[in-house]
C-alpha cells in the first residue's frame, strides 16, 4: 500500500506542475486552486508512504516520477523539445525510480 500512495503523491506532483504553469504565476484563481489542491494532496500521500518506507528512497521516488511525468507530458502536451537527449536523460530517472522500487525494503 505504501508503494501505491506513493505512486498516487507521483501523479499529482505532475498534475501540480501543470496547475502552476496554467495559474500563471497565480493569477488566474482556477488554476491556482487546482495548483494548491493536487501539491498539497501529494505532499500528504507522500507523508503517509513514509510511514512505512524509507525517506531518502520515497522522495527520490516521487521527485522522479514528478519530473520525468511533467517532462514526458511537457513534450506530449506543450510541444516541449522530444530530442534524444532529453528521452535518454528521462529513461534514466525511470531506472533509478524502478531500481529504487527494487532494492528498497520497507521499514516497521
Excluded: H, N, Q
Excluded at 494548491?36 to 494532496?41: K, L, N, P
Excluded at 507523508?47 to 524509507?54: D, E, H, I, N, Q
Excluded at 511525468?69 to 511537457?74: C, F, M, N, P, S
Amino acid at each position: 500500500m505504501p508503494w501505491i500512495l506513493l505512486a498516487i503523491a507521483g501523479l499529482l506532483e505532475i498534475a501540480f506542475a501543470f496547475g502552476m504553469k496554467w495559474s500563471a504565476g497565480f493569477s488566474r484563481p482556477w488554476p491556482s486552486a487546482y495548483a494548491v489542491v493536487t501539491g498539497i494532496t501529494s505532499i500528504f500521500l507522500l507523508t503517509l508512504s513514509l510511514r512505512t518506507l524509507p525517506v531518502g528512497t520515497a522522495y527520490a521516488v516521487w521527485t522522479g516520477i514528478g519530473a520525468a511525468g511533467t517532462a514526458l507530458i511537457g513534450m506530449l502536451v506543450l510541444d516541449e523539445s522530444a530530442s534524444a537527449a532529453r528521452i535518454a536523460c528521462i529513461a534514466l530517472i525511470l531506472c533509478g525510480v524502478i531500481g529504487l522500487k527494487l532494492v528498497s525494503p520497507t521499514v516497521s
